[in-house]
């Protein structure tokens, strides 16, 4: 049986929610995060990133959000979770799979760090730190993001999903990303589509199962 590797408030929901949508059994170890916000040092014991998600599977270790969902869907069949060979959705899957950890959760997660950094610091510098946090988040990370989130609209303005009329891994792949976005991103635009996108893919029944096996997740401060 497949174990999930599961650390609370993290990633990780998305590879529930693949194993959910692909209908296979699998069990959940959940690990909590240590005060400092970090994945406790058990971690370390399964991958030596300490890292999550990561999953085990006849004897494999797999680490990587992006990794996990392409191993899932090869192994056990999930060719309906992703577009056929040759066409243009096709090509749209192939990039949000590979964009959602590689450009848009490092501004994120970038974001987040800056917006901490005033509280991690002795409180007589806190104002300084404070300021300057701010003005890298307001002068740096704010306009490339509030580019992503342009991006993320026309994409699902398009014909409803992030790689063509159907549901598919890329949508997946994409739900921590725009969850956290819309929470830390100052929004000055039309966010109608990437909202609807939002309630569709949260009123999946393998979505609400993986909540149920997981449970709610904090994207805002993951």
């Known amino acids: 049986m497949i174990t999930v590797h599961y650390l609370d408030n993290s990633r990780a929901h998305r590879i529930l929610w693949l194993l959910e949508e692909l209908g296979l059994d699998y069990q959940v170890k959940v690990y909590h995060r240590t005060k400092e916000y970090r994945a406790p040092d058990e971690l370390k014991a399964i991958h030596p990133l300490g890292k999550s998600p990561v999953i085990e599977d006849g004897g494999r270790i797999i680490a990587e959000s992006g990794a996990i969902m392409e191993y899932l869907i090869e192994t056990y069949g999930g060719e309906s979770l992703r577009p056929a060979k040759g066409t243009d959705a096709q090509l749209r899957y192939r990039y949000w799979m590979h964009y959602a950890e590689g450009s848009a959760m490092p501004l994120l997660v970038m974001k987040l ?7 991690q610091v002795p409180f007589f510098i806190r104002p300084v730190a404070k300021m300057i946090s701010q003005g890298v988040a307001s002068k740096l990370i704010d306009p490339q993001l509030a580019d992503h989130l342009s991006l993320w609209i026309a994409e699902v303005a398009k014909d409803g999903w992030f790689a063509g ?7 997946i792949a994409m739900s921590f990303p725009v969850e956290a976005g819309m929470t830390r991103i100052a929004q000055g635009q039309d966010t109608t589509a990437l909202r609807n996108w939002m309630e569709r893919i949260r009123a999946r029944p393998a979505y609400q199962r993986a909540l149920a096996r997981g449970g709610e997740y904090g994207y805002s401060n993951s």
């Open 113 to 119: 760090i800056f917006a901490r950094i005033p509280g």
């Open 165 to 171: 009329p159907e549901f598919s891994a890329a949508d």
